[in-house]
């Protein structure tokens, strides 16, 4: 049986859950910390973790930028092939971090999107709770701790 009511701001609760959609705007005190002495992933919590996915998705998407911007404009007639090789091993870091943020932006994405359909902050293994301290040091987690570790130790058992 699937329960569904909107709420105000069109926050919605599906099950038990709320999901906040993207254009719905939450007011959090200034210094706003989500706390275990409120409803887990309430509307304030959801508001929290999406304003920090999207403060991080915001500087990743910058510094991105500035990785292309630097890489358009570095002169590239160097001098000597120590120099040539220097720079290329530098461009190739920069865009190897780059891919890296590419993929930290499409985790965070989901991440979004998974507080707009009220499934942020359970696990999708087990849909227990993942946890406000897990979320705060890792906002993307899509696990619990339990179910990371088992995930782990099966990949190390599996040589992968």
């Known amino acids: 049986m699937n329960k569904s009511a909107t709420l105000d701001n069109g926050i919605t609760r599906e099950d038990g859950r ?7 705007l939450i007011d959090l005190p200034k210094g706003y910390r989500p706390s275990n002495d409120e409803e ?12 920090k996915l ?3 998705r915001d500087q ?7 990785t292309m911007e630097n890489l358009r ?12 090789a220097t720079r ?3 461009n190739s870091l920069e865009l190897r971090t780059r891919d890296r943020y590419r993929k930290l ?9 998974r507080i707009e359909e009220g499934r942020y902050g359970y696990c999708e293994e087990t849909d227990e709770e993942i946890g406000l ?3 705060d040091a890792r906002p993307i987690a899509t696990l619990s701790l339990d179910a990371q570790e088992r995930r782990e130790h099966l990949q190390k058992q599996m040589g992968d």
Do not use: C
């Open 18 to 24: 709320y999901a906040l959609p993207s254009t719905t």
């Open 54 to 56: 999207r403060e991080w």
């Open 88 to 90: 290329e091993t530098e």
């Open 73 to 84: 404009d570095e002169v590239r007639d160097v001098g000597d092939e120590a120099e040539r």
């Open 40 to 51: 887990y992933m309430n509307p304030k919590h959801l508001a929290y973790f999406r304003n």
């Open 60 to 66: 990743l998407v910058e510094e991105s930028r500035q």
């Open 105 to 113: 932006i499409s985790k965070i994405d989901k991440a979004l999107r």
């Open 133 to 135: 301290e897990r979320l």
